[in-house]
């Protein structure tokens, strides 16, 4: 069963990135929506589109890039990932009798947010993402903003009542980070902690106070 994968208009598409090539590294399914607006920031801080009609070669690229921009860093095997267009609201993942083990948002913005807490399903990433919550799957929303206004906040509260995990996109620095990659991962390897999926995306906290500028972890 595949992990539905939504990646919306907010900052921080490198996580979304590092989420995905984390999920097919493990042999997970992937089902990928991506939004109309992610588009945007994809185009903005890769300089790559995303074209439903190339989505194969373009996701390809795309992973293939590491946080830093730089082509070519990664090498990534897309095909066991299937692509739904977002307003194909009659998508596998448009109902709950689609098999799924539960969906990832990453990055989430707060319209996302908001759509998802109200029910809007104004797309087939929000409606997959409410058809997880009533299915009783593990949904995990990875939300990008700063400063949060209540409005979210109140947002991000009903989706934690209703049993997803809110995951912020906010890296930690204990884990020997030298380069962006190592923050982007922190955050993806935390929304994968959520998720419940097997990585190494990060050096886990091992007790030691400042183990991460002793281990190896962190050059000079
Ligand atoms: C370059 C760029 C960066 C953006 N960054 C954010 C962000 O970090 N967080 C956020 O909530 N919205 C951000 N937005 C606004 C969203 O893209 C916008 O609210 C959009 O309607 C979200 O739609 P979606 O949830 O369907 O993807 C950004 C927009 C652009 C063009």
Not at 170 to 177: D, H, I, K, L, V
Request: proline content about 5%; aromatic content about 6%; charged content about 20%.
């Amino acid at each position: 069963m595949p992990w539905i994968v939504g990646v919306s208009g907010a900052s921080g598409t490198p996580y979304a990135a590092a989420v995905l090539r984390a999920l097919l590294a493990a042999g997970e399914a992937v089902d990928l929506v991506v939004s109309r607006a992610s588009r945007l920031t994809l185009l903005d801080e890769t300089g790559l589109p995303f074209r439903d009609a190339h989505w194969q070669d373009d996701l390809a690229e795309w992973l293939a890039r590491g946080a830093d921009g730089k082509p070519g860093t990664f090498d990534v095997d897309v095909s066991g990932v299937r692509h739904w267009r977002a307003g194909d609201l009659a998508a596998g993942p448009s109902s709950g009798s689609y098999p799924a083990r539960g969906m990832i948002v990453v990055p989430a913005s707060t319209a996302c947010v908001a759509g998802v807490a109200l029910g809007l399903s104004k797309d087939l990433l929000q409606r997959a993402a409410s058809v997880t919550l009533k299915e009783r799957r593990p949904l995990v929303v990875s939300v990008r903003e700063a400063p949060l206004n209540g409005q979210t906040l109140r947002h991000l509260v009903t989706l934690d009542d209703a049993g997803a995990s809110v995951v912020p996109a906010s890296p930690a620095f204990y884990a020997g980070a030298t380069h962006i990659q190592d923050l982007v991962d922190f955050v993806a390897g935390r929304v994968l902690d959520a998720a419940g999926v097997t990585h190494g995306l990060y050096r886990r906290w091992r007790g030691d106070l400042g183990g991460g500028l002793t281990d190896g972890t962190r050059g000079d």
